[in-house]
């Protein structure tokens, strides 16, 4: 197929498999979005990745074409901006398989300050995934498929799939300070595949002249979400990093992540390592370990302490885990303060197995920072397998632990024994059992401190 044929695909045999934003990007593509878009013509709107001679069998490299499509699309804005540079056209990349061998061929790596400022905006749309798909397959190792230093905010990914042949590559690396911004990053109908070191990586630093101690401090990692998303393959450190630099004071930005109705579904690592605190919200979905021999945790959260940690927040509703070893853990935690939610999630579906009496699926360490605090941690209307272990080596003066009409699969006490669902290393910490089942029976109502 030639680059002329491959710019010019048929209306109809597009637009019938086009759902969601695809839709909505091939229509403005096809020009038959309204008459006005007719009149424009094709391209005004939109960058076709085909027209730049991308190659959509993977047999060749497609960096060049997805090079100079997104030149393109940086090349013309809206006048006049509302804030920023806003560009004019969205990124479309049409089924088939694309092969990158190069970082930061996506959109270019270079930082906002200095090379333009913020581009508050940006649309990369494909037609659903799997059958837009990209697959990096770098000449070199520990590169970052694409890198956003403090330069685009406003940005939306959809409809497309994204494959690692190279298990020291990133997908992702976010950097941000006062001066410029990462904030508002959605994903929709985007997959995940193949071998990474990590997914997306937040970072930040502040942005002073030389010498001064005393500018205000922030940076702005904020407002990202995945809407449908499915994460799959292997990390070696973590899909999402919050805080890759976390002796940085000034991380204090990381606010407001949302992941929605997930497919989280990966062999081994870490799902979320947030390192700084931060409100996260995970609601829906289907996290599952895959791999029974090698670790993995969902949930690990750093205990770093300071103004950057000013938000601690974890709220999880309606998820079912599936851990399949004992090795597994869905979430590993030492946080001091904060609040920390599951309602209505389940980690039971393979407590029948020899090894599930010996899991601690749910880890706590309240000595990690301040031995003495703890976060709220509440429990309501889960069902839960194994135990859940608590270091605690002092009574701890804030901070308890709720659980509200649970249900205990593998133990016959709620504490205390070798069976007891709830252990401590150190000091009982505060606890409530309330409403809640032990196997079919139902637990007395407890507190402890």
Not at 285 to 293: C, E, M, Q, V
Not at 323 to 336: N, T
Request: charged share 20%.
């Amino acid at each position: 197929m030639s680059v002329q044929e491959r710019g010019n695909l048929g209306r109809r045999s597009i637009l019938a498999g086009l759902t969601g934003a695809g839709a909505i990007a091939g229509s403005l593509a096809l020009g038959s979005g309204s008459a006005a878009a007719a009149t424009i013509g094709l391209d005004t709107y939109v960058v076709n990745v085909l027209a730049k001679g991308a190659d959509p069998t993977g047999q060749t490299p497609s960096d060049q074409a997805f090079h100079d499509a997104a030149a393109e699309l940086l090349g013309s804005f809206q006048t006049p901006p509302l804030s920023g540079a806003i560009p004019k056209k969205v990124l479309l990349v049409p089924p088939g398989n694309y092969l990158l061998t190069q970082p930061d061929q996506l959109l270019p790596g270079e930082a906002g300050p200095g090379h333009g400022g913020i581009v508050d905006g940006i649309a990369i749309v494909g037609y659903g995934k799997r059958l837009s798909r990209i697959t990096y397959a770098p000449t070199a190792r520990n590169t970052t498929f694409w890198t956003n230093r403090d330069r685009y905010k406003n940005i939306r990914i959809s409809g497309l799939t994204f494959d690692s042949k190279d298990a020291t590559s990133t997908f992702n690396y976010a950097f941000s300070s006062d001066a410029g911004g990462v904030q508002d990053t959605w994903y929709t109908d985007v997959e995940w595949h193949g071998d990474w070191k990590a997914g997306i990586v937040l970072d930040g630093a502040p942005d002073r002249e030389p010498g001064d101690t005393t500018s205000p401090q922030s940076d702005l990692n904020s407002e990202m979400g995945w809407d449908h998303c499915q994460v799959g393959g292997s990390y070696t450190d973590a899909f999402l990093v919050i805080g890759a630099s976390p002796t940085e004071s000034q991380q204090d930005q990381f606010l407001n992540f949302w992941f929605r109705d997930c497919k989280v579904e990966f062999k081994y690592g870490t799902f979320v390592r947030n390192e700084r605190g931060g409100s996260m919200n995970f609601t829906g979905g289907s996290y599952i370990l895959t791999d029974p021999n090698t670790a993995g945790t969902f949930f690990k959260l750093g205990g770093t302490t300071g103004r950057a940690d000013s938000v601690n927040r974890l709220y999880v509703q309606g998820i079912r885990f599936e851990i399949r070893s004992a090795k597994h853990k869905v979430i590993d935690s030492a946080w001091y303060k904060g609040n920390i939610t599951f309602v209505s999630c389940d980690d039971t579906a393979l407590s029948f197995q020899s090894w599930a009496t010996t899991a601690q699926p749910h880890v706590y360490r309240f000595d990690a920072v301040t031995p003495n605090r703890a976060p709220m941690i509440r429990y309501q209307d889960c069902a839960l397998m194994g135990s859940h272990q608590i270091t605690s080596p002092t009574a701890t003066t804030a901070g308890k632990l709720l659980y509200d009409g649970c249900r205990f699969i593998d133990m016959t006490t709620g504490t205390g024994g070798t069976a007891a669902f709830l252990r401590w290393t150190g000091v009982a910490p505060w606890y409530e059992f309330k409403d809640c089942l032990i196997g079919s029976t139902r637990l007395a109502d407890a507190k402890g401190q």
